[in-house]
């Protein structure tokens, strides 16, 4: 589960939405690029979410979708997984 919680992915959107609620803290007004922010923010947070559920269906012989960024390592991850215990 570590290796999941603390991959570069979930620790970047995590630190990029404390950065964002920082600035929500400030007397700036909401305007549209705040509000691209977060959208930004919510997309990089979805798709290292995506990334984790991913690489555990793969882990575990699940089929994953081929535009997945461990599409083609189904093999290598699995192997690794049966090779561990």
């Known amino acids: ?15 990029g939405g404390l950065t964002l ?8 007004p909401f305007n549209w690029r705040t509000a691209l922010a977060w959208l930004s923010w919510a997309i ?7 990334t984790i559920v991913d690489t ?5 012989g699940g089929l994953i ?11 290598d991850l699995l192997r690794r997984r049966v090779r561990g215990r």
């Open 44 to 50: 990089t947070f979805a798709l290292a979410i995506g």
């Open 21 to 28: 609620l920082r600035s929500a803290r400030d007397d700036a």
């Open 65 to 75: 979708a081929p535009d997945s960024p461990v599409a083609g390592d189904e093999k």
């Open 1 to 15: 589960m570590r290796k999941y919680l603390f991959g570069t992915g979930i620790i970047s959107a995590v630190t």
């Open 56 to 60: 555990y269906r793969a882990s575990r």
